[in-house]
């Protein structure tokens, strides 16, 4: 009737509507009650890193559902994935202090990337001033480097498009990876 690719492009479109577009105009909203940062590039710059962010982990899931064809062990497997590539993604703790025998999963997270690039673009050149009931002997105002060195990111990763581009790439991998499954299942 028709082939693997025409299925993979009509599904890949459909999904984006319920799974990327309704949850980016969510973030969209979001972002102005949260009073994050109030400038055109930061917007469109967390605009950009969430759409990809949320397609990277759809492309993650879809990845896992032809991966493992069995629907019961894919359903008891997928949450498992997914929570540990959260957890060592930067949220819970920072990078640096990540056991070393997991830190090299870090890297295949879709949420270190996305979250790198969410804290870079808040604080990333910006200086945080301090409250009344801030001690004298600390810091202040706080530049926002601070906030990104206490999370762990450090060197080139503190580029918000190295970030993207990572998001980028593992989106990419994972679809072409994804297709060439189904290929061979056909």
Not at 92 to 103: Q, S, T, W
Not at 150 to 178: D, E, H, K
Request: contains cysteine; proline residues 5%.
């Amino acid at each position: 009737m028709y082939g693997v690719l025409p299925y993979f492009i009509a599904m890949t479109l459909s999904d984006m509507i319920n799974s990327v577009a309704l949850p980016t105009l969510y973030g969209i909203i979001v972002y102005w009650i949260c009073n994050l940062r109030p400038t055109a590039s930061a917007f469109f710059t967390f605009v950009l890193t969430l759409y990809l962010t949320i397609s990277a982990a759809q492309s993650t899931g879809l990845f896992l559902s032809v991966l493992i064809p069995n629907t019961a062990v894919a359903l008891m497997l997928a949450p498992l994935l997914t929570i540990c590539l959260m957890i060592i993604g930067g949220f819970y703790m920072p990078f640096d202090l990540i056991n070393p025998l997991l830190a090299w999963a870090s890297w295949l997270s879709m949420a270190r990337y996305g979250f790198s690039a969410f804290i870079i673009n808040e604080f990333g050149g910006r200086s945080i001033t301090c409250g009344e009931s801030v001690d004298s002997t600390d810091e202040c105002p706080l530049p926002g480097s601070s906030v990104i060195d206490s999370y762990g990111i450090y060197g080139v990763w503190t580029s918000v498009w190295l970030n993207v581009g990572m998001l980028v790439t593992i989106q990419i991998c994972l679809r072409v990876s994804t297709y060439i499954l189904l290929r061979r299942a056909k």
